[in-house]
């Protein structure tokens, strides 16, 4: 049932719209433009206004036809750049960009499947339950639009985010929550070559620091990284001050506590060893999810993809998504693969069989909610 040909050029169509995160506008006119058209009622809330983009993440509600719980498709509206010349190409049954650019299948590989399986649920008048769809804004950069998403009037008890790269049949059930720790570093001025003794180093407070830090792969849900340094100008000045900016991530609430305060302790210990302060300060990004196998969101797409003679796998992650924030928000939400590879990167592509197996998941989600 799913219109392959229809499918592609919609992709095709999505993915030739500029929309770097706070810039989405353009694109969720068209996908409003796109609800509304097969029947659904639309509105976008004020995200965008709490955030300072162009437009808040778009809304959708379709009326079921059958008693059945109400489900929610997400995909978010934003991709990473470059992204304002992207050109796709066709090549042996996948889509690339032409190198100069990314793609955009992460995540408008998402937003195409769920919007060929409403369309072909409407065309064959397949029966359903309420169906809801969030396409988000500014995703990449910090879930800002999922983490200002209006879910008064949402009543989904199942949520399902089509914004992985696995395979489709991978089902994300699990992923961890993120500090931010961001530190300032001061020690003290003195000229390098006259009056070196006088002079405290910021430099050398954070070597010190980050050379006594537990970081990269602490242990199997737990990882940590130093990745921004700033500081310092030339030769003949003790550096006064260095800015640092790192973050620590964990499946486990209590280890990464544990961790967030280990690199704290050690910014804190060097600035004294040397006679300087570190101003530090941590805060949480995003929240963690996690779903067991035997839960009814799980239990169902397994089933779906089962019934489509794909084998499905549940799996963790080490990042974040709208699914940590959706899960947070009292949704039951898992981050479902959709095929798009090498996302981030000017080699990023998507098969089309992946394109279209992933609409036939999210059809195939719906009637199976449904008792079809």
């Not at 302790?265 to 805060?283: D, M, N, P, R, Y």
């Amino acid at each position: 049932m799913i219109n392959r040909e229809r499918l592609l050029e919609e992709f095709l169509e999505l993915v030739r719209i500029p929309s770097p995160s706070g810039r989405e506008k353009a694109m969720a006119d068209l996908l409003v433009a796109k609800l509304a058209q097969m029947g659904l009622q639309v509105t976008v809330d004020d995200a965008g206004d709490k955030v300072g983009g162009q437009t808040g993440n778009v809304i959708g509600r379709l009326k079921g036809t059958v008693e059945a719980p109400t489900i929610l498709f997400s995909a978010h509206m934003d991709t990473v750049t470059p992204c304002d010349a992207i050109n796709p190409i066709v090549k042996n049954d996948t889509v690339y960009s032409d190198g100069t650019s990314v793609l955009g299948a992460d995540d408008k590989g998402g937003i195409t499947a769920i919007l060929e399986a409403l369309r072909v649920l409407k065309e064959n008048s397949i029966p359903h339950g309420d169906v809801e769809v969030v396409f988000s804004i500014w995703e990449e950069g910090g879930l800002k639009g999922a983490f200002n998403l209006d879910t008064s009037a949402l009543r989904a008890k199942h949520g399902y985010v089509l914004d992985s790269g696995g395979d489709v049949g991978q089902i994300i059930t699990s992923g961890p929550a993120q500090d931010k720790i961001d530190a300032v570093i001061r020690g003290r001025s003195a000229h390098a070559g006259v009056a070196p003794e006088e002079g405290v180093s910021a430099i050398m407070i954070a070597a010190r620091a980050i050379d006594r830090m537990n970081l990269l792969r602490i242990d199997p849900e737990t990882t940590a990284n130093v990745g921004y340094i700033m500081g310092g100008g030339a030769t003949n000045i003790v550096t006064p001050e260095v800015t640092i900016r790192a973050e620590a991530r964990s499946l486990d609430q209590e280890k990464l506590d544990r961790q967030s305060r280990h690199m704290v302790q050690c910014l804190e210990e060097a600035a004294s060893h040397f006679g300087g302060s570190a101003e530090v300060t941590v805060t949480r990004a995003y929240p963690p999810f996690r779903l067991d196998d035997q839960h009814p969101t799980v239990a169902m797409v397994k089933r779906a993809l089962e019934r489509m003679g794909v084998t499905p796998t549940t799996t963790s992650t080490g990042g974040g998504s709208d699914t940590n924030v959706l899960n947070s928000k009292g949704i039951p939400s898992v981050n479902l693969g959709v095929g798009m590879r090498k996302v981030h990167t000017l080699e990023e592509h998507i098969h089309v069989k992946d394109l279209e197996t992933s609409a036939r998941m999210v059809l195939e989600i719906i009637r199976s909610f449904a008792g079809a």
